[in-house]
């Protein structure tokens, strides 16, 4: 099944737009997100693919950015929108295949963006070979190994090997026939039945990674994003949590199937073969950790590159609780020596326009807070256009395995069954039947109110959110201040207010102010004669007032 390129002759070299620039191009990179079935369609299927993605790269090198993250193209049946794995070295038929993903990358570095892909090492798809070898050659197979099969408990083996709970909700454990159709042994899956774990105490699962990772990095990619990075290792002897509703639990505390200190071994493994390659390639996790602290460890100097920072994404809108979260991230990454991250919204987690409430207003200033923050900052598509979350989708078009295994509506985090919401096709033109996307209609229906948040409409708008955006990323990259950095210098502020300068090498300052709350905030003087507003996320200061929901860059 696996493809191969059989006009390969070397690897791709790195961008060519920014060969020869530093090596720690990641510590303030701007990445971008591309979820692939939502991004731009080029077949006209109704399903966006990696030609689609291919055709909108000059898009995103004019949006300022420096790298995109792809989420899953591999082949897969889809159970779970691509992070069921069949097989980790060929493209998935609906995306294209790997003369697809080598022209994508190549286009891509001549415009000076780098890529970067997700591996999903913490399961593959049921469909996988080496699964599929397991439950034909049943109990003793070397194969099972490989995963995590075990015989039940109970007189006959009735009931699950442990109590774990399935992140997209019931039991984490399916059992198997045996080949003679008689009840055989179960095996784990953390998320969907159609998802099985690796053992990763199993030295060929070690090696098959390992392997992949040469793969696509002589492909040409510029890095991974590691999905549930923190999931591979599992307690020894798979002790029960002695309680029900373990979803609760999640990023609070240490659990037997989540962020066991065993997988930084496999990073420090993971980083010797990064560290191979010229023009530096880097690895992101996916670490959902019930603390900073925890978190800095898979960024260690010997393991990872960077790691989603879920503490600032999950704070709500509060001058005081940013703060704390800003603070804790940088004084976490600090001793490490590595860059902290920043994120607002992704494909697993409500859209921040709909989750922060307050609107436009409110999601254009958490941008520029956190696009004035130092280290590196994540985009999920259509943020730039201002998309809010589709909360209305029928049940008959939902995709998200969690919606199905839950069997119920969930209320608030995306987490429970509404990713579909934040996956919805984004709109680049205000006619058509997709809005641009594509010829063919689109696989989620797109609101009728999207076409005039299309990037054709708001292109040219001053006034227009990807207009911010792009004025955003030009001076962040330009202004010595911002980027890269591990600290901040807070300044005193009104109830409400969040205040702090960045000073770069040559002298430089930038002052940035964030109102949070609903009211206009009359501002000290310190900040009212610091300087020329640069840029504000809606109307600039009236005088020595910040209006409400609003982030205001002042050059200093």
């Known amino acids: 099944m696996t493809q191969h390129l059989a006009d390969r002759t070397q690897p791709t070299s790195g961008p060519a737009g920014v060969t020869g620039s530093r090596p720690d191009w990641w510590r303030d990179a701007v990445i971008y997100q591309v979820y692939p079935r939502s991004f731009a369609d080029g077949n006209g299927d109704g399903m966006g693919d990696l030609p689609g993605i291919r055709s909108r790269l000059p898009y995103l090198a004019g949006l300022g950015v420096d790298a995109v993250w792809l989420s899953p193209f591999y082949a897969s049946p889809q159970a779970d929108a691509g992070y069921d794995v069949a097989d980790y070295r060929a493209i998935d038929p609906m995306f294209g295949d790997l003369h ?14 780098r890529i970067i892909v997700d591996l999903v090492p913490n399961h593959s798809s049921d469909r996988h070979e080496w699964f599929q070898r397991a439950l034909r050659e049943g109990p003793g197979s070397p194969l099972r190994a490989r995963y995590h099969f075990r015989p039940g408990q109970g007189e006959a083996g009735e009931r699950p090997p442990n109590d774990w709970e399935s992140i997209f909700g019931g039991p984490a454990w399916t059992r198997t026939d045996n080949p003679d159709g008689t009840p055989g042994e179960w095996y784990l899956h ?32 510029d890095g991974f994003r590691i999905d549930v990075a923190h999931g591979l290792v599992k307690a020894a002897g798979l002790p029960d949590m002695g309680r029900a509703e373990q979803l609760k639990m999640l990023g609070t505390q240490v659990l037997p199937f ?64 940013l ?16 860059p902290t991250t920043w994120v607002l919204s992704n494909h697993d987690v409500v859209r921040h326009l709909t989750r922060l409430g307050g609107g436009p207003a409110r999601a254009r200033a958490a941008t520029l ?52 919401g934040c996956r919805v096709p984004i709109p680049w033109t205000a006619q058509g039947e997709s809005y641009g996307f594509g010829s063919g209609g689109s696989w989620l229906p797109q609101p009728a109110a999207w076409g005039k948040l299309a990037v054709a409409e708001q292109t040219g708008d001053p006034e227009s959110t990807l207009e911010l955006y792009r004025a955003a990323l030009a001076i962040r990259r330009g202004h010595p201040a911002l980027g890269a950095g591990d600290a901040v210098e ?4 009104p109830a409400g207010v969040l205040a702090f300068r960045r000073r770069g090498a040559d002298g430089s300052a930038l002052v940035c102010a964030v109102n949070t709350t609903e009211a206009p905030v009359p501002l000290p003087e310190l900040l009212t004669e610091s300087g020329h507003a640069l840029l504000a996320s809606g109307h600039r200061p009236a005088g020595s007032t910040l209006p409400a929901d609003t982030t205001v860059w002042w050059q200093a």
């Open 323 to 338: 703060r704390r979260v800003i603070d804790s991230s940088l004084d976490s990454m600090r001793p490490v020596g590595a």
């Open 190 to 221: 953390l998320f969907a039945p159609q998802q099985p774990d690796f053992n990763w105490e199993n030295r060929a699962v070690q090696d098959e990674f390992r392997s992949l990772l040469r793969f696509w990095l002589d492909m040409g990619v």
């Open 100 to 113: 697809d993903a080598d022209a994508l990358i190549r286009d891509a570095h001549d415009l000076g963006l």
């Open 258 to 321: 989540f962020d066991q200190d065993g997988v930084h071994d496999i990073y420090r493994s993971w980083r010797q073969i990064l560290d191979e390659y010229p023009q530096p390639r880097i690895g992101v996790a996916e670490a959902w950790t019930p603390t900073a602290d925890r978190t800095a460890l898979y960024v260690r100097p010997d393991e990872l590159h960077q790691a989603f920072n879920f503490h600032y994404l999950n704070t709500p809108w509060d001058a005081a609780g």
């Open 369 to 420: 807070l956190m696009l004035a923050l130092p280290g590196s900052a994540y985009i999920y598509q259509g943020e730039e256009l201002g998309l809010p979350e589709v909360t209305d989708l029928p049940d008959e078009v939902r995709q998200d395995p969690a919606f199905f295994r839950r069997g119920a509506r969930a209320e608030s985090d995306g987490q429970d069954g509404l990713r579909d």
């Open 490 to 493: 807070w300044l005193a502020a």
